[in-house]
């Protein structure tokens, strides 16, 4: 699929949870105008593994964002939905993506999950607001262009 796209100089968005996406690099870094992206909703691998427990963890997702980015293809994360430690996430990001998205849960599907791990402070507009003004904040701080998609 991403031959085609790429002998065809057509732009592309890759977003994926899987670092399995590195081995399309060869093609990837063909590509005249493309971007790849990681949901990475926390910087906790103990909160993924409640709410994505079969997905990769999220220092391979972030290895994964280093790697393509050392070799010039544009990266970004799609910071969603916010989960409890989402604060922290631009510091493992630093230096490994060229923009981020962020955005809060917008289905009831988690809701056992939240109730199950005694979460619900975290499942807040109110606290959605909180962590999408921080990361906006920092990603200023570390000149990274920033997308809070909710309550601008």
């Known amino acids: 699929m991403h031959s085609l796209l790429v002998d065809n100089n ?8 899987s670092p399995l ?8 870094k063909k590509g005249k105008d493309c971007s790849v992206g990681f949901s990475i909703p926390t910087a906790n691998d103990e909160i993924r593994k409640k709410f994505e427990p079969r997905a990769p963890s999220i220092i391979e997702r972030v290895n994964a964002l280093e790697e393509l980015h050392r070799c010039g293809i544009r990266t970004y994360a799609m910071i969603a939905p916010i989960l409890p430690g989402a604060m922290t996430i631009m510091n493992l990001l630093d230096g490994k993506v060229d923009f981020v998205y962020v955005d809060r849960l917008n289905y009831s599907h988690a ?7 005694a979460l619900n402070e975290y499942q807040t507009g109110d606290y959605f607001q909180m962590v999408g003004q921080d ?9 990274i262009d920033c997308n809070v998609l909710f309550g601008q």
Do not use: E, G, N, S
């Open 10 to 17: 057509w732009p592309f968005v890759i977003q994926t949870r």
């Open 21 to 28: 996406v590195l081995r399309d690099m060869d093609i990837i």
């Open 111 to 117: 809701d056992a999950v939240y109730k199950k791990f």
């Open 135 to 143: 990361i906006r904040a920092q990603c200023i701080r570390m000149k």
